[in-house]
T-cell receptor
Framework: NAGVTQTPKFQVLKTGQSMTLQCAQDMNHEYMSWYRQDPGMGLRLIHYSVGAGITDQGEVPNGYNVSRSTTEDFPLRLLSAAPSQTSVYFC???????????????FGEGSWLTVV | AQSVAQPEDQVNVAEGNPLTVKCTYSVSGNPYLFWYVQYPNRGLQFLLKYITGDNLVKGSYGFEAEFNKSQTSFHLKKPSALVSDSALYFCAVRDRGGSTLGRLYFGRGTQLTVWP
């Protein structure tokens, strides 16, 4: 099973450049999300989606855009890269979530991004 | 707001000894609690979760966690540590309601080192 697949694994960007981190899942999960991981800060939610055509902001959305045109894909776009966006990015997914379900969130392998 | 605290940045233990990685939480209502493990340059792997029922939850690789509602804790434990258990461990709580339904909130992580 492929699970959650992220590309690229590593990327170096210049300040001001734009790029898209790709995320795909093959588990027919409704819920998808993007996190960034920075040393000593755990993981912080950037954007999330509860289904195709529906997205919402997380804790740290500034400088990022998302879209969800299909159930499988949830790309993260950096509009104009800044050094503060140097981080490790994780895509994650789970089955649809309700107040009575405790569905596990599954993570991709991560994308290491450096902005110089 | 939901929050998770991992009071120890580092835990060191000798191989064969029991290990405990601490986690406390602050949530409104009954929590959904998770433990994840991250090996170097890898994504987060799900270890175990508490949804409801028995306070002692068993998970992957011989790990278990005890939910204590009165102390708002969800400590991760293993009776006999292995060198291969050395990794970064994250406690997380998933939001059960309101406008942030489904969001996962992470602690800052605890680096576990098991000495041979």
């Amino acid at each position: 099973n492929a699970g959650v697949t992220q590309t690229p694994k590593f990327q170096v960007l210049k300040t001001g450049q734009s790029m898209t981190l790709q995320c795909a899942q093959d588990m027919n999960h409704e819920y998808m999300s993007w996190y960034r991981q920075d040393p000593g800060m755990g993981l912080r939610l950037i954007h999330y989606s509860v289904g195709a055509g529906i997205t919402d902001q997380g804790e740290v959305p500034n400088g990022y855009n998302v879209s969800r045109s299909t159930t499988e894909d949830f790309p993260l776009r950096l509009l104009s890269a800044a050094p503060s966006q140097t981080s490790v990015y994780f895509c994650a997914s789970s089955q649809g979530f309700t107040a009575s379900s405790g569905n596990t969130i599954y993570f991709g392998e991560g994308s290491w991004l450096t902005v110089v | 707001a939901q929050s998770v605290a991992q009071p120890e940045d580092q835990v060191n233990v000798a191989e064969g000894n029991p290990l405990t990685v601490k986690c406390t939480y602050s949530v409104s209502g009954n929590p959904y609690l998770f433990w994840y493990v991250q090996y170097p340059n890898r994504g987060l792997q799900f270890l175990l979760k508490y949804i409801t029922g028995d306070n002692l939850v068993k998970g992957s690789y011989g790990f278990e966690a005890e939910f204590n509602k009165s102390q708002t804790s969800f400590h991760l434990k293993k009776p006999s540590a292995l060198v291969s258990d050395s990794a970064l461990y994250f406690c997380a709580v998933r939001d059960r309601g309101g406008s942030t339904l489904g969001r996962l909130y992470f602690g800052r992580g605890t680096q576990l080192t098991v000495w041979p």
